[in-house]
């Protein structure tokens, strides 16, 4: 069992930057790769970023890439968002997840989420 905390979310105006962060307790973090997800209302929950297991491989959606970062630290069990540039289009509740696989963007895969945090994007 893993549970997930995530923190940093908040209103900025568009061209702005936030960092989320995911804090994981329970099983052993490094076990997992982790992935964030956004979720606009009305819309279904969008991949955003993953990471693997080391950090030592990312991926990213289309519509992030460029802007936003994904990492983690190990030793603190805590994955990152760093999201920069940011758009009115990005205004969605935003979770971190956990998976045992790699490479996968789909939400069905992952097997623990937090409990997820607004990030609101200003015009």
């Known amino acids: 069992q893993v549970q997930l905390v995530e923190s940093g979310g908040g209103l900025v105006q568009a061209g702005g930057s936030l960092r989320l962060s995911c804090a994981a307790s329970g099983r052993t973090f490094s076990s997992y790769a982790m992935g964030w997800f956004r979720q606009a209302p009305g819309s279904e929950r969008e991949f955003v970023a993953a990471?693997?297991?080391?950090?030592?491989?990312?991926y990213y959606a289309d519509s992030v890439q460029g802007r936003f970062t994904i990492s983690r630290d190990n030793a603190k069990n805590t994955v990152y968002l760093q999201m920069n540039s940011l758009k009115p289009e990005d205004t969605a509740v935003y979770y971190c997840a956990a998976t045992e696989l790699w490479g996968t963007k789909w939400p069905t895969k992952y097997d623990y989420w937090g409990q997820g945090t607004q990030v609101t994007v200003s015009s």
């Open positions: 990471i693997s297991w080391g950090g030592g491989r990312t």
